[in-house]
């Protein structure tokens, strides 16, 4: 596995490994033509984002985007992870967490804490924040939307302080 920041090369890969997965955990589990519309360079690389990609060879196996990255000690960067569904359970979700919060640690100074949500239900998206040093600081009671079934369920939220990340 390879790992590296965006570059525009990598936005047909990012919009193909959208496109063609199901993100049953996402707010919209189907990403069409006006989600990718949002998602262009700037989305993946700008002053207040940052994104890693993790190819196998030639397949991008998936990604992590940190927004919201201020070097202060007040604004907690959140991020998505995505994986194609072929290298789930791989440990590529986990792999690529640590390098993107090693990145941000050793590139912000400032930056103290790195925070996350999920639906109570994802429960591989849980196990990896745990086994990185994630603790759940927060429930949000019917806080997220699945838009096709228009139920609610829960929200985790989990943070990582910068003296709680050990590289393992």
Known sequence: MEI?????????AIHHLLTSNRWEYFLDPIID????????????SSETAQTLVCYDES????????????????DAP?????????????????KL?????????????????????????NAAMRK??????????ARHKKEWENRETGEYVDAVGYALLREEFILK
């Open 4 to 12: 590296h920041l965006f570059r525009p090369g990598d936005l047909p």
């Open 33 to 44: 033509e006006r989600g990718l519309a949002i998602r262009d360079e700037n989305y993946f």
């Open 59 to 74: 397949k991008l196996l998936g990604f992590i985007h940190f927004d919201n990255i201020k070097n202060s000690g007040s």
């Open 78 to 94: 959140s991020f998505t992870l995505c994986v194609d569904k072929d290298a789930r359970g791989k440990g590529v979700g986990t």
């Open 97 to 121: 967490l640590k390098e993107g919060i090693a990145y941000i640690f050793g590139r912000y100074d400032k930056i103290r804490r790195i925070y996350a949500t999920t639906r109570e239900d």
């Open 128 to 137: 990896v924040f745990e086994s990185l040093g994630f603790r759940q600081e």
